[in-house]
């Protein structure tokens, strides 16, 4: 079921909002400034893959905004549990009024505790955590990807018709065109540079089993430590056919091997 949550912040849908006119808007330039007026198949092909990549991007973020984190259920501690030795060395999260699963963290804008919770994102409108962390990185990755792939379409298209003295250069103006394609570059710089920068700093996040809250608090881990192998399994499933696609690691609806084994909720 992919509308299984959304997150009410304002910061957030804007963000989020901006995030598809911008990809959008690149569709736009890239069809009709870069195709239309030299439809050859190279730029045909080129668009296509363009377009594609366009489309996983924005499922990605869908699926990344749309998931449930791995939030901790509300209100799990009360009085019948409050004799049990065993919570002794419980976290309680007094918020959620529940107990704190290991690597669980409380997100004020998301109002709940999330499993692995490694930020919050208001690109996406939701935390980064056990369940979306995939989702999430697959966006960062072809948004990355189309970034650099526009820029490449909009510099060549500008060095060609500027030689052609934007003779047959489309229907729209010189000037019009080339504010388009000049906007389109700014954009794909701007987002190449972050969502490059973000999709190494989660990389070597699962890698080093080690989440950005985690790192941010310098907390002591206390939790079995898989290998890099096993944390990239755990996190996009383990047939690494599936790794690029957005679709829900099956592993995670029965529980990875990061999941507590202590006091689960």
């Known amino acids: 079921m992919i509308f299984e949550w959304f997150v009410s912040d304002v910061a957030g849908i804007v963000c989020s909002i901006m995030t598809y006119i911008l990809v959008l808007y690149s569709q736009f330039v890239i069809v009709t400034v870069v195709l239309l007026p030299d439809p050859i198949i190279s730029t045909v ?3 296509s893959v363009f377009s594609v990549l366009s489309f996983l991007a924005l499922l990605s973020h869908l699926r990344a905004m749309t998931t449930n984190p791995g939030t901790v259920p ?8 409050s004799k049990d030795s065993d919570l002794k060395s419980a976290v309680l999260c007094l918020k959620c009024n529940s107990i704190k699963p ?3 963290h409380h997100c004020s804008v998301c109002r709940r505790c999330v499993r692995k919770m490694d930020h919050h994102c208001p690109w996406v409108n939701n935390c980064v955590g056990q ?4 989702f999430f990185i697959l966006f960062t990755l072809y948004i990355f990807v189309i ?8 510099v060549k298209k500008i060095v060609v018709c500027s030689d052609a003295n934007w003779h047959s250069c489309g229907s729209l ?3 019009i065109s080339l504010m388009l394609l000049t906007i389109l570059l700014f954009v794909s710089l701007l987002f190449g540079i972050f969502t490059g920068i973000m999709f190494g700093s989660q990389i070597y996040s699962i890698v080093d089993d080690q989440t950005g809250i985690e790192k941010l608090k310098n907390e002591t881990a206390t939790w079995e430590r898989l290998t890099w192998k096993e944390n990239l ?7 690494p056919s599936g790794w690029l696609l957005p679709v829900m690691p099956s592993h995670l609806v029965t529980g ?4 507590s084994r202590k006091f689960q909720v």
């Not at 509300?74 to 549990?81: A, D, F, I, Q």
């Not at 399994?233 to 047939?239: D, I, P």
């Open 173 to 175: 103006s010189p000037p």
């Open 131 to 134: 369940q979306n962390q995939k």
């Open 45 to 47: 092909v080129q668009v």
């Open 74 to 81: 509300m209100e799990t501690y009360n009085v019948r549990y």
């Open 256 to 259: 990875p091997k990061s999941q």
């Open 233 to 239: 399994k755990e996190v996009f499933g383990r047939s």
């Open 147 to 154: 970034s650099i792939h526009a820029m490449y379409m909009a």
């Open 102 to 104: 290991e690597r669980a």
